[in-house]
C-alpha cells in the first residue's frame, strides 16, 4: 500500500520496534537468521495465513500483543510469560487480562520454529514477525523487520500496568506515556492507525456497566457498533467500519 497514511503507520512501526529496542541491544538486522534458520519467514507466514483464515481478528489481535509487548521493556517478548515463583507476568495487568489475544498462534510458530531449529530464534522475534505478517494478510502495508532480539526472562505486571496507555487517558497523559519510550506524538499518531483493523469491547469507550456482561468474546460477524447504553461490556465493537481490512477507514470515520 502506498497512501501516505499507511506508509507513516510502517515507518513507525519500525521506529517503535527500534525506540523501545535500542537500550537492549544496537545491532539488529532482517538478515540474522538467514543461516541459522533459512525458513523463518514461510514458517510464520503460513502459521498466520492460517491463523487469519480462521479468525481474521487474529491479524489485529497479534499486531497489538506486539504493542503491548514493546511498551514494557522493550520488544523482549516478556508479554508472553506465564506467572513464576519469581515474578507475576503482564498478562492479569489491566490493560491485558479479558482483553489480550492470539497467544496460542505464537505459541505454535514456536513450536514449529523449534521442531525446524531448536534454540535459535527467539520468540520476540517471532512476534514481531507475525505482527507483519498479520498486517499484510488483512491488506496492509509491508516493511522490513529487523531481527535478533534476544528474550526476557522476567516480565513486570506493574509496569505494564503503569505503562500501558488506558483509554481513559487524557491527550497530554498519552503523549507524555510514548515520549517516556522515545515516541514523539507524531509517532503516537502514527502509530494509533494500528486501529485500521480489530475490536473493542464497548467497556472500553463506553466505561464499565454494573449490569452483568450478556455476551461473548467471539469475533462478531456483523461490523456495525454493538455498545448498548448498559451492560453488554464484553459485546465487542469494532474499531472502524471496516475491522477486517487495513485500509484508511479508521483516519477518514465514514460511519
Ligand atoms: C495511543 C494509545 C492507545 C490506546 C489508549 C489504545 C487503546 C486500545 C483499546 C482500549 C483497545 C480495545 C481493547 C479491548 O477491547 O479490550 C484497543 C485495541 C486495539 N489496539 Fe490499541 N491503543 C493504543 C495504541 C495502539 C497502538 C500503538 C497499536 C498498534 C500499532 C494498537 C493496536 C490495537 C489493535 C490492533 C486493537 C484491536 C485488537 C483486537 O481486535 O484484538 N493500539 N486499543
Ligand atoms: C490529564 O490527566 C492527568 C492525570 O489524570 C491530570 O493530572 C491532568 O491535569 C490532565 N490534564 C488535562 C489538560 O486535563
Request: glycine share 8%; with cysteine.
Amino acid at each position: 500500500m502506498t497512501s501516505p497514511i499507511a506508509g507513516s503507520f510502517v515507518v513507525h512501526l519500525i521506529v517503535l520496534s527500534a525506540a523501545s529496542f535500542s537500550s537492549v541491544n544496537g545491532s539488529l538486522s532482517p538478515n540474522f537468521y538467514d543461516s541459522s534458520c533459512p525458513n523463518l519467514l514461510s514458517i510464520v507466514r503460513d502459521a498466520m495465513r492460517q491463523a487469519v483464515s480462521w479468525d481474521r481478528r487474529l491479524g489485529a489481535s497479534i499486531l497489538r500483543l506486539f504493542f503491548h509487548d514493546c511498551f514494557v521493556h522493550g520488544c523482549d517478548g516478556s508479554v508472553l510469560l506465564d506467572d513464576t515463583a519469581t515474578f507475576t507476568g503482564e498478562k492479569t495487568a489491566r490493560p491485558n487480562q479479558n482483553s489480550l489475544r492470539g497467544f496460542e498462534v505464537i505459541d505454535t510458530i514456536k513450536a514449529r520454529v523449534e521442531a525446524a531449529f531448536s534454540g535459535v530464534v527467539s520468540c520476540a522475534d517471532i512476534l514481531a514477525l507475525a505482527a507483519r505478517e498479520g498486517v499484510v494478510l488483512l491488506g496492509g502495508p509491508s516493511w522490513s523487520v529487523p531481527l535478533g532480539r534476544r528474550d526476557s526472562r522476567t516480565a513486570s505486571l506493574s509496569q505494564a500496568n503503569s505503562d500501558l496507555p488506558s483509554p481513559l487517558s487524557n491527550l497530554s497523559t498519552l503523549v507524555s506515556s510514548f515520549s517516556t519510550k522515545g515516541l514523539s506524538a507524531t509517532d503516537m499518531t502514527a502509530l494509533s492507525g494500528g486501529h485500521a483493523i480489530g475490536f473493542a469491547r464497548c467497556l472500553t469507550f463506553r466505561g464499565p456497566s454494573t449490569m452483568t456482561p450478556t455476551s461473548t468474546t467471539a469475533s462478531p460477524t456483523s461490523s456495525a457498533p454493538t455498545a448498548p447504553p448498559r451492560g453488554g461490556d464484553s459485546n465487542l465493537a469494532p474499531l472502524d467500519p471496516t475491522p477486517n481490512f487495513f485500509d484508511n477507514a479508521y483516519i477518514t470515520r465514514t460511519w
